[in-house]
């Protein structure tokens, strides 16, 4: 979770973030939430990363960004904001790429997927899971507990040209490129990105360790999911595997695996509390996460939205 949300999330009153059916607050614009972040697009540098030969990771603001290059063309996953555009393309320009001919998201997320509305006009293929395209035709209200957003529809050139349900593949740059899907996680369209050439996976915000996951309740997301999914990836990965998280530093399968224990556990602690009929404010109080406060931050955003996923589970 971005530091900037933490800070926020920490100024607010307890009883506003936990009440239990307490609504989204009022939707902010863009302009407004970045603020709130501590976002500024003028002053973002885009920091690259090799992952492997010809596979990088853009780090700006949003999402971090894949950059595959090769003698077919670019290849990437996730885009940002279109503000951040002209930044992405210099990187990848000084990366020896031009134009980028496919771009992946892994979700639906505006900070992931705001890109395409510079890109899909310019003519990059955008490839997503079935369901991200469906809310990106859409109006939908990320709750994120102290701030809300409205995402509004895109227009028709910066929605997915190519979708899926389940996997897919590219063979593309001299390897494959594998796209999988394992059910409702962060949102109910993720998609995690294996480069099978680089033995690298893009998780997206299925997996995130630079704090505390957000998981989308409001609009699907499920903590078990979440569980689910990673397991399914760590089993199509190796000791060995580069793991690019959707925020955070570039990570490897024990980094995966270790978040996976912590997930269960605090799932585990979670659905014991409910089973008891504990109200969110007595879920704080029972300190679900005490071990892992100190590495991961701040647990509002986090505990509030999985607290609300299970209880969707148990409607």
Not at 39 to 64: A, Q, R
Not at 232 to 261: C, F, M, R, W
Not at 265 to 292: C, H, N, W, Y
Request: net charge negative; hydrophobic share 40%.
């Amino acid at each position: 979770m971005n530091k900037s949300l933490i800070t926020l999330l920490t100024l607010l009153p307890l009883s506003v973030l936990a009440h239990d059916k307490a609504p989204a607050p009022e939707p902010m614009a863009l302009d407004e939430l970045a603020q709130a972040f501590g976002w500024d697009f003028d002053k973002t540098e885009i920091k690259i990363e090799k992952v492997s030969e010809n596979l990088y990771v853009l780090f700006g603001t949003g999402g971090n960004i894949a950059v595959n290059l090769g003698t077919d063309g670019v290849f990437i996953v996730d885009d940002q904001f279109p503000q951040l555009m002209p930044k992405i393309r210099a990187a990848i320009k000084e990366l020896g790429g031009d134009n980028v001919d496919f771009a992946v998201n892994t979700h639906w997320h505006f900070d992931h997927a705001d890109g395409n509305l510079t890109l899909g006009p310019d003519g990059t293929v955008i490839v997503a899971h079935e369901a991200s395209r469906q809310k990106m035709a859409s109006d939908n209200l990320i709750n994120l507990v102290g701030v809300s957003y409205m995402q509004e529809a895109y227009p028709d050139n910066a929605l997915p040209d190519i979708t899926y349900q389940r996997d897919m593949k590219f063979h593309y740059n001299d390897q494959e490129i594998e796209l999988f899907h394992y059910g409702p996680a962060h949102t109910t369209g993720d998609t995690a990105v294996i480069f099978r050439g680089a033995n690298a996976v893009h998780m997206g915000d299925v997996y995130n360790n630079s704090g505390y996951p957000f998981i989308d309740a409001d609009n699907g997301g499920k903590l078990d999911g979440m569980i689910k999914f990673c397991q399914k990836i760590l089993q199509q990965i190796d000791e060995n595997t580069k793991v690019i998280p959707g925020h955070g530093p570039v990570a490897d399968y024990q980094g995966l695996s270790d978040y996976i224990d912590m997930l269960t556990l605090v799932k585990q602690r979670l659905e014991k509390l409910i089973a008891d009929g504990a109200s969110l404010e007595e879920v704080f109080a029972a300190k679900p996460t005490a071990e892992f406060d100190e590495a991961m931050g701040n647990n509002i955003l986090f505990i509030n939205r999985a607290y609300h996923s299970l209880q969707h589970e148990h409607e």
